[in-house]
């Protein structure tokens, strides 16, 4: 197995205690959080942005893994730079061509930040095989994207197993990310085969002893 890293998704937290949810990330030894951002037009849920992070990341530190769910991401770059976000991913489906993906990375890299490209569990993993010379993260969706607490797609494996494949053949440096019905059975499924980052929200978040299941997606 490699070295792996679990990426706690706060959709679903507490946010009425936002400082203690956050401290048992830390808690258990964990630096990275991941930020999913809805705008109720690339898919139907609006969550929070980035006038909300620019405020909380002031005062945290993470490594700051913000997932754009939104139509026309090029006109959010220059906004998330500004809250301090390390990896800005964004959909290869939210793009009108290959042409308009490669500018948004480029736009991102330009402002500082990692570029991350997710695709939804329809789209071939192939779509992102242009870019991955560039890219520092594949955001594999495990779920449809839009809500938390969904079922792993078990298709993905064979998705991330391609995907890898490709990583390895064009020595690419970019991390495989997983996200959307992470568990101890899915997480591990994953990272058997290689990926990198589990992102987990429901799982880590519903339950009493985070510590218990953060430890769990490990053993
Ligand atoms: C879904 C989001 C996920 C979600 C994961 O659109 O991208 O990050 O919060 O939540 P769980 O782990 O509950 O599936
Ligand atoms: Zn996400």
Redesign the pocket.
Same mark, same amino acid.
């Given at each position: 197995m490699k070295n792996m890293i679990v990426s706690p998704?706060i959709? *679903?937290c507490d946010y009425l205690h936002l400082e203690q949810e956050l401290q048992k990330i830390k808690d258990v030894g964990c630096s990275w959080i991941?930020l999913?951002v809805?705008d109720g037009h690339f *898919?139907p849920n609006i969550s929070f942005g980035n006038i909300f992070f620019e405020k909380l990341f002031k005062n945290i530190d993470f490594v700051k893994d913000v997932?754009l %769910?939104v139509t026309n991401p090029m006109s959010f770059v220059k906004k998330f730079a500004k809250t301090g976000a390390d990896y800005l991913t964004f959909h290869y489906e939210a793009c009108k061509d290959d042409d308009e993906v490669d500018a948004v990375i480029d736009e991102i890299h330009k402002n500082k930040m990692k570029a991350g490209l997710s695709v939804k569990p329809g789209t071939p993993i192939e779509k992102v095989y242009p870019f991955l010379e560039k890219l520092d993260l594949v955001l594999v %969706?495990s &779920?449809?994207?839009?809500? $938390? $607490?969904?079922k792993f797609i078990p298709e993905t494996l064979d998705r991330i197993s391609a995907l890898i494949d490709e990583i390895v053949e064009t020595r690419s440096k970019a991390l495989i990310s997983v996200?959307? $019905?992470?568990n101890d059975i899915t997480g591990k499924d994953c990272l058997n085969i290689g990926a990198d980052v589990l &992102?987990? $929200?429901?799982?880590l978040f519903s339950a009493d002893n985070f510590k218990e299941r953060y430890d769990s997606l490990f053993k």
């Open positions: 998704s959709l *679903v991941h999913d809805m *898919v997932h %769910m %969706m &779920v449809e994207p839009g809500a $938390g $607490g969904q996200d959307g $019905g992470i &992102v987990a $929200g429901n799982y």
